[in-house]
């Protein structure tokens, strides 16, 4: 077998030069110490990680590097990451890079990550692996930079789009990878014509409703492997020896840890459900939203009840707009007269608790909820009972995120956040968590309380669940949250049961039911139907456990 | 064979670059900065550009480094480990200040002597495939014979020399030019790397062929506008598997010897 050999010929024309100038020459030591070093820096066996003995004060997890090394050695630097959240997928890929660039592999590398991440993957990289990396700057050098964190949408930006693709670059990591699923889009088709050696896609969520999303992914790493989707799935069925081909193709190129097989140990999460008894003006002023108000959407009022239960505040806002949409005279006097009532009710009951909650505790809090309008009026109830609280939205700019983070770590008690946050920031010096409201789509749940129970939260955690007696509320919790067990287990095991009783988007089950039901009764029945199916599987699938 | 004794390592760097030792206590150093050292390893060329533009001698700082096994925020200094960015500085500061040389054997005699003439070339093997691996090989070429030796920092590692020839001393000029001698070490490299075990190469030509084959199967009913893409994957596959090997070389130049040494290098192969 012939292997192509070339030399460093430069070297002689230098020595020659040097000898003739008699410059730049060494003395007897620093031969020998150049010497020495070039020798301790050799890189020797094929399967060991260098990182390591370079890295002495990060206590890597074992499937961390075991990851690491499948990537190195089997799939050569091409790879969907896809752990469960809170295994620190972040942590493979810096292991990764350094490991390819102490191997001399890689010397330029583009990180897309969101933007609200940005700060962190730059301080990682740079304060645990050492590695130079920038975040991207208004007037950036794409050329001259080797290490570059930066936002898919910035990088998208005309002013750099041509240039970055200009550039060869040995690594592309993209975190939150995901957002390439579909492959109509321009981040897809910009991550697409990225030229890259190597590729790390980084996603929680490889898969969302159909096997497409992954198969489009797998499109980004091994280009045009699987052609297009339609005669993809065509030839899938044609037999075992395509299948044979897939199969390898998705070994080659995914890893996915989950909680359950890792030697990790994670802290202990604390549930407790906190009942709020409605006063009576609440259940009268209930009952008469699931009387009265006319209903228009295929999912009827539930909306209205559901951010009844959050808020007077988040029910009031939507009304509003109801009112204004309402073009029937008769219907927007009820809906008139129904906003007249909501405004009587004196102070929720839910808020009350909440500030009681509050009042003695010393802990740093997160509050979540689904809605803006509770948000505000949470805020506004915190400020007056003097307890210190900020607000989180995904629709704030990166600055103000990380300002609202550092405010929340360094001076404020209580950071209040809407749905949205639920990508995008690390709170591991946090570990009490409210759920305000709870969310019916259990993938929602998980990115909240990922947001706190993740890698490098070494406190146990504790998550209160606010639920309205007598309502929506009360069934929800039963369902998704007693049976399910869903506080005590990460739902990676759910998302697989879901996936498997093809029952994925539990959300709009549940919105159906509510809305296909004539009664409250019925309603439960059916609901107690699912639960009843969904705890025979979890009852085999995952571990009991003792809370509440 | 890494740097088991990383204090004395940095000791012996910082008293070759003339700088002075002030504080050599367990886990811990000070040293007194040469401007040389400073300008090299402190990041602050504006500072050294405004002292030299206003004339005036700048002050070289102190550098303390700390040398416990871990990291301790209350230990004041660097910490510096095997990872650490400054040791890498270091390292690649000594990389090049010992590239080249040329250097002739420290006698005491006041005789006349004559000093034989070695080219001396120490080089890394670079394995390029699936994965890389280097491999660190000492040659001496005796350039009047022409005979080569291996392992040759281990041979004259108990000698001293010196950069500048001994008053008493003259080296006899080679027979073999430079040129010539390049050549006999690159042949003599091939020929060593011809005889080695491939294993690496076939792993990583198979993973290549498999890849290949794997390419192959998703792209033959392709369409032909998918032709320019087949072709681009398939020079990224080379790119990346195809096993190679490059030769570095860490560093060299010639060395004159008494013929005494010349003698026991000779008899020691």
């Not at chain 1, 007249?340 to 003695?360: C, G, Q, R, Y």
């Not at chain 2, 390592?9 to 150093?29: A, H, P, S, W």
Request: charged share 25%; with cysteine; net charge positive.
């Amino acid at each position: 077998m012939d292997v192509s050999i070339k030399w460093d010929e430069e070297f002689f024309i230098c020595l020659e030069q040097n000898l003739k100038q008699n410059i730049n020459l060494a003395s007897w030591d620093e031969f020998n110490m150049a010497y020495e070093t070039v020798k301790s820096k050799q890189i020797r066996d094929f399967d060991e990680l260098m990182t390591l003995d370079y890295l002495p004060h990060v206590k890597f997890l074992p499937h961390q590097i075991h990851s690491a090394k499948k990537v190195l050695t089997m799939m050569n630097g091409r790879a969907l990451l896809a752990d469960e959240v809170g295994l620190g997928k972040t942590i493979e890929a810096g292991l990764i890079l350094k490991e390819y660039m102490l191997r001399g592999n890689i010397k330029k590398a583009l990180i897309l990550v969101p933007a609200s991440l940005i700060n962190q993957w730059v301080n990682e990289l740079n304060q645990k692996f050492y590695i130079p990396a920038v975040a991207s700057r208004k007037k950036m050098d794409w050329e001259m930079q080797e290490i570059v964190v930066t936002s898919l949408e910035t990088a998208k930006r005309e002013t750099n789009q041509k240039i970055i693709l200009e550039q060869k670059y040995d690594l592309v990591i993209v975190d939150e990878a995901h957002k390439l699923r579909n492959k109509k889009t321009k981040n897809f088709n910009f991550v697409q014509a990225l030229q890259k050696k190597y590729c790390l896609l980084l996603t929680a969520t490889p898969m969302h409703n159909q096997i497409e999303d992954i198969f489009n992914l797998i499109n980004l790493l091994k280009p045009g492997y699987l052609g297009d989707y339609n005669s993809f799935s065509q030839r899938f069925a044609d037999g075992e020896s395509s299948k044979h081909y897939v199969r390898q193709l998705i070994e080659n190129v995914m890893i996915r840890n989950r909680r359950t097989d890792t030697e990790m140990n994670p802290s202990k999460r604390h549930i407790e459900t906190i009942w709020v008894n409605p006063s009576n003006e609440e259940k009268e002023y209930y009952q008469l939203l699931e009387s009265k108000l006319p209903s228009n959407s295929p999912f009827g009022n539930i909306i209205y009840k559901r951010e009844f239960c959050s808020s007077i505040e988040a029910c009031y806002v939507s009304l509003q707009k109801l009112l204004a949409k309402e073009e029937d005279l008769s219907k927007k006097e009820v809906i008139s007269k129904l906003i007249e009532d909501i405004t009587k009710i004196p102070k929720f009951t839910k808020a009350k608790k909440l500030a009681e909650l509050l009042s003695n505790k010393k802990e740093k809090f997160i509050i979540f909820t689904e809605y803006h309008a509770t948000q505000q009026a949470l805020l506004a109830l915190l400020i007056q009972n003097g307890i210190k609280a900020v607000p989180f939205r995904g629709g704030f700019k990166k600055s103000k995120k990380d300002y609202m983070k550092h405010l929340f770590e360094h001076y404020a008690d209580v950071l209040v956040a809407t749905e949205a946050a639920g990508e995008g920031i690390n709170l591991q010096f946090c570990n009490h968590l409210i759920n305000y409201d709870l969310p019916w789509n259990p993938m929602k749940l998980e990115q909240r309380i990922g947001r706190i129970h993740r890698f490098g939260q070494d406190k146990d955690v504790y998550i209160y669940n606010f639920a309205l007696k007598e309502t929506l509320e009360e069934d929800i919790v039963h369902l998704l949250y007693k049976k399910l067990h869903l506080f005590e287990n990460v739902i990676g095991g759910l998302d697989k049961i879901l996936e498997q009783l093809n029952m994925k988007d539990l959300e709009h089950m549940l919105n159906h039911i509510y809305s296909t039901s004539k009664t409250t009764g019925e309603a439960k029945i059916k609901i107690e139907n699912i639960s009843t199916i969904l705890d025979s599987f979890t009852q085999e699938r995952m571990p009991h456990s003792n809370a509440n | 064979m890494p740097i088991n004794n990383l204090k004395k390592f940095l000791i012996d760097y910082f008293i070759i670059n003339q700088c002075t030792i002030i504080e050599n206590e367990k886990n811990k150093i000070t040293v007194k900065l040469t401007q040389d050292l400073d300008e090299k390893l402190m990041n602050r060329p504006f500072y050294w550009h405004y002292m030299k533009k206003l004339n005036k001698i700048g002050e070289p700082k102190k550098l303390t480094i700390n040398l416990g096994s871990e990291q301790n925020p209350q230990a004041d200094g660097e910490w510096i480990h095997f990872g650490s960015p400054r040791l890498h500085q270091i390292f690649n500061h000594i990389e090049e200040q010992g590239k080249y040389v040329r250097f002739f054997e420290k006698i005491k005699s006041s005789n006349q002597t004559p000093l034989n003439p070695w080219l001396v070339l120490n080089l890394k093997i670079n394995y390029l495939g699936e994965n890389n691996k280097e491999e660190i090989v000492s040659l001496g070429l005796q350039l009047i014979n022409g005979a080569i030796y291996s392992n040759f920092m281990e041979k004259i590692k108990q000698y001293s020399f010196d950069k500048n020839c001994h008053d008493y001393c003259y080296p006899i000029t080679p027979l073999i030019k430079q040129e010539s001698a390049v050549n006999r070490v690159y042949k003599f490299i091939h020929h060593y790397l011809k005889n080695q075990e491939l294993e690496w190469a076939r792993k990583s030509n198979d993973r290549l062929q498999k890849e290949m084959e794997l390419l192959e199967y998703f792209f033959n009913e392709a369409s032909s506008s998918n032709l320019s893409t087949i072709d681009q994957e398939k020079k990224l596959l080379k790119d990346r598997l195809e096993p190679k090997i490059k030769i570095d070389i860490i560093n060299g130049g010639y060395f004159y010897v008494t013929n005494t040494t010349n003698k026991n290098i000779l008899a020691n192969a």
